[in-house]
């Protein structure tokens, strides 16, 4: 009996959380008083990861600018193509104005796309592509060419010359493959040698395990080339630990650049460089505005880096 | 004579882990490759023995929580998810709020003793399965981690009214460097005391006896007079406990508080446990088994690191390991 109460406790407790979220996300949608107002759709493939946070962040500051005029309504599809898909849908059917997907895989995302595109829905897909040309405009950054600048940046660092580690992210995913050959095109021609490189999965925990052995291999390493920051300040912690100062004379470089991740890192000399990989979530809600008004957008947009040192972190960086 | 070499050969069944372990420890030899500097063997240096143990001191303490619960003939999934939580917590409770480091400790191990508590009261109370109860508790403290940390990493400036803004305590930084003299990490020693300890508790106390009793069976330890249901709560409570210590050593190792940290570690935990040689049926095994099973773990990994093998076939090689001590544990199973 008592096991029954405490069950049926629970469960009205349950459905309670339940409802109250479900107003909630109610509420926001029907606040559109009188005068007419944007509803944006945004499908966020997942938010565990810290970038993907920092993109919905973005697009939510960018919004808040123009408030009088758009409102966006956020989902998390938690890292599931089939939820994605049935979120796609939901908004065709919420009848919103525009989407934003950033999509977690091209190919089964393709066709909920065009549906909406095809019913007149303007879509913005971001960071990672659809196939096919169903979409209204696609906003995403240049692995090839985040990967390049960080070789050539390293080429001047050093002088030309140097025993580098290479600390990969997973190389069964695109940004991994594509980081990993922009990075050989920049140091190309220079004496720059990769001495020890490891698949690192993108997690720091590997990152300074496979350090620890790159450290122990070789006496001499000038730079570790990480394929994201988390990446490099686990190698930086490695070298820390190994307590032989070497974690002030080895150069640590890192990719991404979020504010509260590399570009800190770098503003505390963990990083000597960071490169940044934008989430493009100010550009998306600057372009839908102008598709909303009806003006011509690019089909493709390419987002370009920023590189943050220590003499410009204080200024936001510099484009590249 | 022929008794004799039965009796040996009987004796070395029981030390098979500690075979396992010099023949991967040979490999080891075999296959290092040399530092550049001195040309010797990187692997037999004082330096990689300690940073094997270094790196292995979370999945250790897991594998040290696990293997109580394990001897019980349970399953604890959630260990890694605790850890993910408890290294959250702590870093929030030390950088957000500018806690001390005791009390925060002190908080953390009261919330893996919850977790722990409801985990043994669902399975010895209402009779919940252990892997269902676990792995709702997997879930929802990788749920709590993500909720308390807002869904972003908890380091020094990671949000505007964090109380510490320039570095993590010095705390962090004392846990995972040598320690002058010995050059051990603390974080290492901690580890290494509680599975010694634990080890010591199986063996020498009643609640070792009483695990061995339950795992073996249950209704005959219950009909002996022991309080089977309270064991159990208590036994999921420790487990979970070493969770929430891991997780403080994760947060000093990454000098932040990671809110993935974890993640398929209880998948480690279980595999060192029945390396090992712990059986997953329950009532046979015991922690320096467990400690063996890790160090086994720990040094194939390391070797493989060292040599920057390919992921690919890393996995491949781990997977086959696994396979082969599984197979060596089945046939000891069937011989006794």
Known sequence: MKRIALALAFAVLVVCAGCGKKQQQAGQVTQTPGKKKWTIGMSQCNLGEPWRVQMNKDIEEAAKQHADEIEVIFKDAQNKTEVQQAQVREFIQMGVDLIIISPKEARPLTKPVAEAYQKGIPVIVLDRKVEGDQYTCFIGADNVKIGREAGKYLVKLLGG?????????????????ERHQGFMEGI?????????????QWLEPIAQREMQSALARFPQIDAVYAHNDPSAHGAYLAARQEGKGREKTIKFIGIDALPHEGVRYVKEGILTATFEYPTGGK???????????????PKNITLGTRIYTRENVEQG???? | MQNRWHRF???????????????????????????????????????????????YSEYGLLATGMTLVILTGGIDLSVGSVLGLSAVLFSLLTIGYGWGVAPAIGAVLLTGL?????????????????????????TAARGAAKLIAGGIKVQPGGQPWYVMQEGTPSFFLWMTSALPGIGVQPSTLIFLVCILVMAALVRYTAYGRWLYAI??????????GIRVGAVKVLTYALCSMFAAMAGVLNACRQDL???????TYELDAIAAVVIGGTSLMGGRGGMMFTLIGVLIMAYINKILSLNAVELAPRMVIQGIIITIAVLIQQKRGRSS
């Open chain 1, 188 to 200: 190309a021609g220079s004496q720059i040698e990769i001495i020890f490189d490891a698949d690192c």
């Open chain 2, 257 to 263: 508080g990671d809110t993935e940290a974890g993640m």
């Open chain 1, 283 to 297: 550009e998306a809600i600057e372009t839908a505005l102008k598709i909303l008004k009806g003006e011509q957008v």
């Open chain 1, 317 to 320: 960086g510099e484009p590249l």
């Open chain 2, 9 to 55: 050969l009987e004796k070395l069944n029981d030390y098979r882990g500690v075979i396992a372990f010099v023949a991967v420890f040979v490999l080891g030899i075999i296959f290092s490759p040399r530092a550049l500097n001195t040309g010797l063997p990187i692997f037999l240096s004082w330096q990689t023995q300690l940073a094997i143990l270094y790196e």
């Open chain 2, 114 to 138: 919850a977790c722990g508590l409801m985990n043994g009261s669902l399975i010895a109370r209402f009779k919940m399965q252990p892997f269902v109860a676990t792995l709702a508790m997997m």
């Open chain 1, 161 to 177: 010359k140097g025993k580098v580690v290479e600390l990969k992210g997973l190389m069964t995913s695109t940004p991994g493959q």
């Open chain 2, 215 to 224: 795992g073996g069976n249950e209704e005959a330890a219950r009909l002996s």
